[in-house]
């Protein structure tokens, strides 16, 4: 390896010091979703995983991203700071969804992938439980993560 | 065509800045695309920028500065070919080194009969958060803020003055050449001198001997 690539590579490794954890979900309410249930459920959602994370030693979070995709709209949510709280920004228009996919990214600082993946689970289950939902993963990004060569520390 | 990066660590309000930026270019009758990247396989970012009614195009998988430049390259052609715009936006993964990330973009004038030019490079710090980045992720704010021609300090609605000085004095230290902004993304204050900034201004091409000197400084001759 080139001297000036290793300098690239040590920079990035260095740099690189995050946990991370993504899933592309698909989730169902039966009674139906409003745009006032998604909302509490993102807010919950994103709440949760953070707790979760932050219990299982994670001491900064990097960003907790979700994407909710429904026939009446989308609603980003964003938590950053658990003292400012969950942001969200929705298009949903008012009416009532059942099904819904949702895209979730977690990257925090303090602890490696799979801690994050097992702390972002467990609070997956729980706000899911405590919403008396149904969920299917779709996709769960844990193995991509894992395998991307810079992230390993050497 | 002009490429502007807006870097910057999570959560420093990169996403909530470039949707603005973005559409005041557009409002000031500009041809705006954006390129978010991620290192993970998922960026969600991408689908929230499309629904403000933007171009957007995203690169996941890798780093665009060195693992995936070749797609970065790519993804500018073919944006260059089909979309036209005048001005790419792009925003970074957490670990892009901006001057990799130039040589990069510099890639896709061999694939399509473009010329590339930089606005200049723009990196975010969150001040609310100063202490706490400072102490998790140093390494990595410090190389975003050494490589930028400009440092916006965001946030600044929400930041006590003790934590906007402390910002200001560490962005100081680190790049004394950088031009300092205080902004906030939430209350759009400043967007249209970061516009102004992206549009009228430019910075220099890459250069492998300073981005050389760059890596070195900070890894190298240990």
């Not at chain 1, 980003?76 to 658990?82: A, G, I, K, R």
């Not at chain 2, 006590?160 to 100081?172: L, P, V």
């Amino acid at each position: 390896m080139e001297e000036d690539d290793e300098l690239h590579l040590e920079m990035h490794r260095a740099a690189d010091e995050l946990g991370k954890y993504a899933a592309k979900m698909h989730i169902n309410d039966s009674k139906g979703f409003t745009p006032h249930s998604a909302k509490r459920f993102m807010d919950g959602l994103l709440t949760a995983v953070a707790e979760e994370n932050f219990n299982d030693g994670a001491d900064l979070i990097g960003h907790i991203k979700a994407f909710l995709t429904s026939p009446t709209g989308t609603l980003m949510s964003s938590l950053v700071d658990p003292k400012v709280g969950v942001q969200l920004t929705s298009t949903l228009e008012a009416g009532r969804f059942e099904e819904a996919e949702v895209t979730l990214h977690v990257i925090v600082h303090g602890i490696w992938d799979d801690k994050v993946r097992d702390a972002t689970r467990r609070g997956i289950k729980k706000v899911i439980r405590k919403y008396d939902l149904e969920l299917e993963v779709l996709k769960d990004h844990f193995d991509t993560e894992k395998s991307i060569e810079h992230h390993l520390k050497k | 065509m002009k490429l502007a990066q807006i870097a910057g660590f999570l959560g420093s309000g990169k996403t909530t800045l470039l949707i603005d930026v973005a559409r005041e270019l557009v409002q000031r009758g500009h041809r705006i695309a954006i390129i978010v990247n991620d290192v993970g396989e998922i960026n969600v970012d991408a689908k929230f920028i499309e629904s403000y009614g933007l171009k957007a195009r995203e690169i996941s998988g890798g780093c665009i500065c060195c693992q995936i430049a070749g797609s970065f390259a790519n993804t500018i052609a073919v944006l260059h070919n089909t979309f036209k715009p005048d001005i790419i936006i792009v925003e970074p993964s957490g670990v892009a080194i901006p001057w990799g990330l130039k040589r990069a973009a510099e890639y896709s004038e061999e694939e399509t009969d473009v010329i590339i030019e930089h606005a200049p490079v723009i990196t975010l710090v969150d001040s609310t958060r100063i202490d706490l980045l400072m102490d998790a992720v140093r390494r990595l704010v410090e190389t975003q803020i050494r490589e930028a021609d400009v440092v916006l300090i965001n946030k600044v609605d929400a930041a006590t003055d003790e934590q906007i000085e402390k910002s200001r004095t560490m962005i100081k230290k680190i790049n004394p050449t950088a031009e300092i902004l205080l902004v906030s993304g939430r209350n759009q204050v400043g967007l249209k001198e970061v516009a102004d900034i992206i549009e009228t201004r430019v910075s220099p091409r890459y250069d492998e001997a300073v981005e050389k000197e760059l890596l070195r400084k900070q890894y190298g001759s240990q």
